[in-house]
C-alpha cells in the first residue's frame, strides 16, 4: 500500500511524486499513527495549486477528510452501493482500527466481474488490468463494432450494419454466437436456410455453421447484439466463404 498512501504531514510536491509512480491518479492519507484520515486526488491538488499553493505546502489542509470507505468486513453489495455514486472512483478498505487494510477501484469491480473472479477484501484488486475496459470500436466496410464484455469463455459485441451493408458468409470453429437484433431489419443466411429478422428476433449460429447477416434497408442501421461462447474469439477463427468486399 505504500505507493497509495502519504503521511498528511509530506507536501503536495511528494503527493505529485507518489500520483506519478502509481498512476491511479489518487492516495489515501495516514495519519502518524497509520490511520487513514483522509484521500487526496490529482483533482485536488490541481485545485490547490491554482488557489494559491505552493509544491511545498503540506497537504493537511488540502486533502479530503469527508471521504468514502468500506471495512474489510463488509460485502459485495455494500461496495457496489457505494460505487452507484459517479463521485466515487475508489475505495480505500480498513480495518476496524482505521488502518489501511486495502484499495478498490470502480475500474477494479467491473474487471472482477469480467473476469468472473470470486470477490474477497483481501484480493489485490489493483494488480487487475483495467485495461481490459477499454474496448475499441472496430470500423469494418460493413459498418462497426465494439466489444462490450470479454473474458476466457465469452465475448460480447454491439454490431451496427450500414444501410445496404453486409457482413461475409463465414464460419468459425471454436466459438458459437446468439444474435438479438436490437433495432432494423435485415435477412440472416444460417446453413441453408434464410431469415428475416428485425428488433426482437433471435438467431442462434453453432460452431462450424455458415451464416452471414445482410441489412435490407437502404436508409436505416441494422443493430445487434451479439454473444460469443466458446475457447477462443479472436479475428483469425473467421473462415469466409464469400465476401461483397473482397476480403475472402
Not at 79 to 93: A, C, Y
Not at 157 to 167: A, D, Q, R, S
Request: negative net charge.
Amino acid at each position: 500500500m505504500i505507493k497509495y498512501s502519504l503521511y498528511s504531514y509530506e507536501l503536495l510536491f511528494d503527493a505529485l511524486h507518489k500520483i506519478e509512480e502509481n498512476k491511479k491518479g489518487f492516495l489515501i492519507i495516514l495519519d502518524d499513527k497509520d490511520h487513514v484520515v483522509g484521500t487526496l486526488t490529482d483533482g485536488d491538488i490541481r485545485r490547490a495549486l491554482l488557489s494559491g499553493k505552493n509544491l511545498n505546502a503540506q497537504i493537511e489542509d488540502i486533502y479530503n477528510k469527508d471521504f468514502k470507505y468500506v471495512y474489510d468486513t463488509d460485502e459485495f453489495g455494500d461496495v457496489v452501493e457505494i460505487f452507484k455514486s459517479i463521485k466515487i472512483d475508489f475505495l480505500p478498505i480498513l480495518s476496524h482500527d482505521g488502518s489501511l487494510r486495502n484499495i478498490i477501484t470502480k475500474k477494479n469491480m467491473h474487471v472482477l466481474i469480467m473476469e468472473d473472479r470470486e470477490f474477497d477484501m483481501n484480493f489485490d484488486f489493483l494488480s487487475l488490468d483495467d485495461s481490459l475496459l477499454e474496448h475499441e470500436i472496430y470500423n469494418r466496410p460493413w459498418g462497426i463494432y465494439k466489444t462490450t464484455f470479454l473474458n476466457h469463455y465469452a465475448q460480447s459485441k454491439i454490431i451496427k450494419v450500414n444501410p445496404m451493408g453486409e457482413l461475409s458468409l463465414q464460419e468459425h470453429k471454436r466459438r458459437e454466437e446468439h444474435w438479438v437484433i436490437i433495432r432494423g431489419e435485415g435477412e440472416v443466411i444460417l446453413g441453408e436456410s434464410v431469415k428475416k429478422v428485425s428488433a426482437g428476433s433471435f438467431v442462434y449460429i453453432p460452431k462450424g455453421c455458415k451464416h452471414k447477416l445482410i441489412n435490407k434497408s437502404d436508409t436505416k442501421t441494422l443493430m445487434v447484439a451479439e454473444v460469443q461462447l466458446g475457447d477462443y474469439f479472436g479475428e483469425d477463427d473467421i473462415i469466409r466463404y464469400e465476401d461483397k468486399y473482397g476480403r475472402v
